[in-house]
């Protein structure tokens, strides 16, 4: 059965740099966690940092938190280690959390931490895209169930 890459606070998990999470809500989630198809990651956490951690966005090509201080080697470290998942699980498909600048998969914020949101996606989202699997966020889930459906997965 086909498995699913999945952020970590989706599921409930308090790994987000204010130590919360951000359930989703959906049936299909307690479905596929049943039918044992995900596969967990908090990228962030898997490159280094702690959790609180300082936020941190994305501004010309590298990740800065909001003291200045570049953290993108944390984050494609991180990147690195959810595709070595995708790899060892032969995982197609990513449901990721939007606006992270590790997970999003189309929107993320413009780097001047004034909650501006612009296209992209996250350092995490954007690795896995370019090995070929697709990635869906919280907005896009149905998506990904009937891509599944279609797919007989
Ligand atoms: S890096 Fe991804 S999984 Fe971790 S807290 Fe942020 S959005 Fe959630």
New binding site residues.
Partial sequence: MEKILI????LG?K???DGQ??ALQHLQLSTWQQQGRLVL?????AGGLAVPRAKAEQKDGQVITEQGEDVTANFME?AAMALALCEQYNIRYAL??E??????AMQIYDGNFNGTKIIGM?T?AKLLVEHGIEVFSELTIEQLISKLKISGQ
Avoid: D, H
């Fill in positions: 952020s970590s606070c989706l998990n790994v987000r740099y999470s951000k990651i908090c990228p962030e956490i991180g990721l959390k606006f992270s600048p590790s997970c999003a996250g995490t």
